[in-house]
């Protein structure tokens, strides 16, 4: 009896996994980056590459410690996340991880993605990258393992060239020239970002002083 009873148990549990393997997983697209601050090209950027291809929901990212940027020039963390927060509301489309922000210390996309699969096997994930970024691919931690466990976006750009050696599934967004670091060299001299970034992110900006703004 107890021979039995342990075989069928066995048989309900091959039954579940082989169910389980069967469900379609989500197709998650993930937009990492420091966000310091988030503009309106991370919000086109990633409209455009989630309904281009039929992503479920695409995830803004923020790091905790950028491995190729100089910690200082990011803010802390907590108004990074808040502002992606902002920055995102109301779009059904998107959502936010904070997996790196949670860790903590540097935040190596091979990491993250090792950690993402295991708790989230659910989820099929698609890291978005921007096409000058591509360039940059040979030199990230542990990238011939990293392309064996996530699918790479490519955003093309004007003047880059879409060429890699890795896989790289490609997309076409609105070719706009803006950046962080534009916005923070904007805020410093005390000029407008007004139609840069999210009208509640520049609302946050200006209630927490940050960036120098006064």
Known sequence: ????????????????????????????????????????????????????????????????????????????????????????????????????????????????????KRTHPENQYYFIIGADMVAYLPKWYRIQDLVKLVQFVGVKRPGVKIQSAYPILWVDTPAIDLSSTLIRHKLAKNHSIRYLVPDAVLTYIKEHKLYGNK
């Open 1 to 116: 009896m107890l021979t039995s009873t342990k075989t069928i148990q066995q048989t309900k549990v091959a039954v579940e996994s082989e169910l389980v393997s069967d469900i379609p997983k989500k197709r998650i697209g993930l937009l990492g980056g420091t966000f310091n601050p988030p503009h309106l090209g991370h919000l086109i950027m990633a409209e455009q590459v989630c309904t281009q291809l039929g992503l479920d929901r695409v995830d803004f990212m923020p790091d905790y410690i950028p491995p190729h940027v100089d910690p200082k020039e990011a803010i802390e963390a907590k108004h990074r996340v808040a502002m992606v927060k902002e920055a995102i509301a109301g779009n059904p489309n998107f959502g936010i991880e904070l997996a790196e922000i949670n860790r903590k210390g540097k935040s190596y996309s091979y990491d993250t993605i090792v950690e993402l």
